[in-house]
């Protein structure tokens, strides 16, 4: 399995809060059947985005945790004004290492107005969104369609393993599950943060996602397009978003 989305690096977001902790989040996942990780430290107005420094803590985790599992870098890409303008400009300083998949964070305060038009701009980029978790957004709980509507404008959509196991509650699960239903999710991600609360898992998530889709595309979910994400290929399994109410 391939996890995309996974507070991985020390010291630079309210991830681990140290080397060592990192090291132990690289050794839960691998145990429990992942074998590349995509570090994504938050971009936010908290928590500044230093593309340069990332890639030499990257390297250096790295160095500490061998080959496996191998590591890439991205980044959680809050869905800002300012952000929007840079990304633009300079794609690469977000993009998923090695590919034109950028994940995008939408505010559990606002979506903006103009934002399909913004999709349809990162699109003409070549820059293809990655929705992530919209199912723990309260705007879209409330507007689930809209994310079907991206999904027909080209975005991809991530939503959390641990949400369908019901670790964030009844509410995001049946989120998660009406997207899942409608064929709307692509990807399965951790979006980990630590060992004990949000930790660097997936299996638990594609076993619960069983329930509700098939055993192929559970694995599409974790596996297959999560890789081709990180080949910057275009994914084997996205199909039109089902609408029925
Ligand atoms: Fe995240």
Redesign the pocket.
């Known amino acids: 399995m391939i996890d995309i ?3 991985i690096l020390p010291e630079v977001d309210d991830g681990p809060k140290s080397w060592d902790v990192s090291q132990q989040m690289c050794r839960m996942a691998v145990a429990d059947g992942i074998e590349h990780i995509v570090a ?1 430290p ?1 971009a936010n107005e908290r928590y500044g985005y230093d593309r340069e420094y990332l890639v030499g803590a990257l390297e250096h985790l790295r160095q500490l945790v061998g080959s496996t599992p191998k590591l890439s870098l991205g980044c ?1 890409f809050h869905f800002s004004y300012d952000n929007l303008q840079d990304v633009l400009l300079r794609p690469e300083r977000y993009t998923i290492e090695g590919s034109r998949y950028l ?1 995008v ?1 939408l505010s559990n305060y606002g979506i903006p107005v103009q934002i399909n038009a913004c999709f349809t701009k990162l699109g003409d980029k070549g820059i293809t969104p990655v929705i ?2 919209p199912e723990r957004n309260p705007i879209l709980q409330q507007a689930p369609q809209r994310v079907l509507q991206w999904v027909e404008q080209g975005c991809v959509v991530q939503v959390t393993a641990s949400a369908l196991t019901g670790s964030w509650g009844e509410r995001v699960w049946r989120a998660a599950k009406w997207l899942l239903e409608r064929d709307a999710v692509h990807v399965l991600a951790s ?1 980990a ?1 630590d060992l004990e609360h949000r930790t660097p898992m997936l299996s638990a998530g594609r076993a619960a996602a069983e329930e509700f889709c098939s055993p192929q595309v559970a694995h599409a979910l974790v596996d297959d397009n999560p890789r081709a994400i990180v080949s910057g290929q275009p994914l084997p399994y996205f199909p039109n978003p089902v609408s029925k109410s």
């Open positions: 989305h996974c507070h994504t938050h959680d994940l964070e992530t978790h979006d943060h």
